[in-house]
């Protein structure tokens, strides 16, 4: 049978019409003026999507590279910075800052668990040599988001307001589906790129960087030079604005599209119909008898993960949904490979979407012989989807109804 390709995971996202086709556009010189005129404007969205005054500077890599250039830029060697470590993304910024020499204090919660806002404090009091807090804004291993604005609330109040310890985020599954106020929460550096809600193909990356993070990045003394933030602003500072080095020049193209439409949109209604679609998500996967991995929140908008009913193979489900119905997920990652099934749906993606994801997956799990009852998690979505609206459906509501009906598949 015909089966049309659905991408459905967090990163990458599919694209707008309108992003494919920028992609057919001629090759452009970036050192033109005419490409300038793109590339200003994609920074000005940029600061519009992060709340921010602050310099944007365009990173040709993912989005690790871009982590990697806050490392390089703001640090010394030996230097002692907390990481919140909840999932795959925050592990990998503790190893990255051990592999460059860097003190790590670690603080962790389980994997599916927000980070707790006090915690920060206290690691922050424990130990006034820390310098800075790196943290995961959308954890996009279990889809759980972190509450930024009281981690960066702790970090501004634990030291005094010009020194103060350094608020470094990776909000790269999160920008433009979760809610993130770089400016108004007082993140100093927030690290993004294209390939998730941002709706453009891989190969562009970000960084925002404060008055105060600057002030750290002419102190610091970790080696850079490919991604040394000085180039990058020196560049963009030209009378023709460019980057330092040649940029993915048809990404950038691309983004510019993405972010049109994602202005055109509005960042707040986006942000809102993210919260719709997780809504649907965790409703649709407590219909099919799936427990969730991450709480019932409102803020969890970008990636929603459950737990395959026992006996089933996370691995094996992503599988059957691909052969059988062109519908790409993903498994979980590490430890929790096997037993998690995640649903991205940050970017390009309406609510018709997730009840034809949530349709795939019970259809898999029915013929996979889980006791699954196929229809079940969608009624459950289009519930969510028919109720909607403030004050109509209070949050959890028809999810712990759904979640009743299914509770002894795991008991
Ligand atoms: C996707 C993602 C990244 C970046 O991954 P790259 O493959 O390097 O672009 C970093 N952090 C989080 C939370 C992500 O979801």
Redesign the pocket.
């Known amino acids: 049978m015909l089966n049309k390709h659905r991408l459905m995971v967090?990163?990458p996202t599919p694209l707008p019409p309108g992003v494919t086709a920028a992609a057919t556009l001629p090759m452009a010189d970036e050192r033109t003026p005419e490409f300038a005129e793109v590339f200003t404007r994609v920074i000005r969205r940029l600061q519009h999507v992060l709340g921010t005054g602050n310099d944007v500077l365009m990173l040709t890599s993912?989005?690790?590279?871009a982590?990697e250039s806050a490392v390089q830029n703001l640090f010394s060697p030996g230097e002692r910075v907390l990481v919140l470590d909840n999932g795959l993304?925050g592990r990998r910024w503790v190893d990255m800052c051990r592999a460059f020499g860097l003190e790590v204090t670690e603080l962790g919660a389980p994997w599916g668990s927000e980070i707790e806002p006090a915690a920060v404090a206290d690691a922050l009091a424990a130990d006034p040599g820390i310098t800075a807090v790196l943290c995961?804004h959308?954890?996009?291993s279990t889809g759980v988001v972190n509450d930024i604005r009281s981690c960066a609330a702790a970090a501004r109040s634990a030291r005094g307001p010009e020194d103060g310890v350094l608020v470094v985020v990776?909000a790269?599954?999160g920008l433009g589906a979760c809610e993130l106020r770089t400016d108004e929460w007082g993140v100093d550096v927030v690290v993004g790129?294209g390939?998730?809600a941002l709706m453009t193909p891989?190969g562009m990356?970000f960084v925002s960087v404060s008055e105060r993070a600057w002030r750290r990045q002419a102190e610091a003394r970790l080696p850079r030079f490919y991604f040394d933030w000085s180039a990058a602003a020196l560049a963009g500072r030209a009378e023709i604005p460019r980057t330092a080095w040649t940029p993915a020049i048809g990404v950038l193209v691309q983004m510019d599209a993405a972010l049109a439409h994602l202005l055109d949109e509005g960042v707040e209604a986006a942000l809102e119909r993210h919260v719709l679609l997780g809504r649907m998500a965790r409703g649709g996967f407590l219909g099919m008898g799936l427990r969730l991995l991450t709480p019932d929140r409102d803020a969890n908008a970008s990636v929603t993960a459950a737990y395959t009913p026992p006996g089933i193979d996370a691995e094996r489900l992503v599988r059957h949904l691909a052969d059988r119905f062109g519908l790409q997920m993903v498994a979980g990652s590490g430890a929790m490979a096997d037993r998690i099934i995640r649903l991205g749906h940050c970017g390009y993606i309406d609510p018709l979407d997730i009840v034809t994801a949530l349709a795939g997956v019970e259809l898999s799990l029915h013929a996979m012989g889980a006791p699954v009852q196929p229809g079940a998690g969608t009624a459950s979505a289009i519930q969510v989807l028919a109720h909607r609206g403030p004050g109509r459906l209070p949050q959890g509501a028809l999810i712990a109804l759904a979640a009743d009906h299914t509770e002894e598949n795991h008991a």
Not at 62 to 65: A, H, I, V
Request: proline residues 10%; glycine residues 16%.
């Open positions: 967090p990163g993912s989005m690790t590279g982590f993304f995961v959308c954890e996009t990776d790269a599954s790129g390939q998730k891989p990356s």
